[in-house]
């Protein structure tokens, strides 16, 4: 059975997709099938991995409020062994019109991950920057939540806010949702600044927060703009080295919970 993890932090810019790729991307290297979710109606984690947004006949919109089978939206990708489930601008429109069709709005996107056919050993769910429908509905289908920490200003106040909603999604519609962990993301050695927030955010999380760090890495943005993974791009560069860490880190994490 799949392990689901949603990447969510409603404070937009902080890596969530860049980590839905590229982490995908680095357990796939290590012999995992993997699948993401594109929870997101601008469609960056699907177009990240090669996925035209505009020339698609199905996507999550469709399973989601069309009853259409989601086996048939999902799409193989250049990777072997990574698919995603893309979105695009419809995608928007789920919270306006989900109450007319579903009669539990919070718990479709669980309904539709059942379905899927596919043996994956993860699958991520790339959360938009809010705490909306779109987010709740990841949150209540998933076993556990990885929050990406940029390392600048604001970061422990959004941090506030998604422990909130965790606790609220626990309470009302999963309570078995856990933390996966905090990832600290675009990491500058240079500064004071990305160590103040790191050493903040392992006092305060400490076990719950990975040891891999994601460093700001020139190689990461420029296989975003080549729509692809950054160990696909530039495999042996700081950025895909950071990703195959955290990848390893993950695996050892659920070793030793079985």
Known sequence: MAKIISIANQKGGVGKTTTAINLSAALVNLDKRVLIIDMDPQGNSSRG?????NALNKTLYDALVNAC?????IKHTSIAHLDVLPS???L????AVINNV???PYLVLKDII???SEPYDFIFIDCPPSLGLLTINALSASNSILIPVQCEYFAMEALAQILGTISEVKRLHNPNLAIEGFVLTMFDT???LSKEIAQEVRLLFKENT?????PRNVSIPEATAKLMPVSEYRPTSAGSLSYAALAKELLDHESQKN
Do not use: E, M, R, Y
Request: glycine share 4%; no cysteine.
């Open 49 to 53: 991995v090669g996925i035209d947004i």
């Open 69 to 73: 089978d989601v086996n048939k939206a």
């Open 88 to 90: 695009n601008l419809n």
């Open 92 to 95: 928007a429109n789920f919270s």
């Open 102 to 104: 579903k009669d539990n």
């Open 114 to 116: 059942s379905q899927i």
């Open 190 to 192: 240079q500064t004071n």
């Open 210 to 214: 990975f040891i891999s760090v994601i």
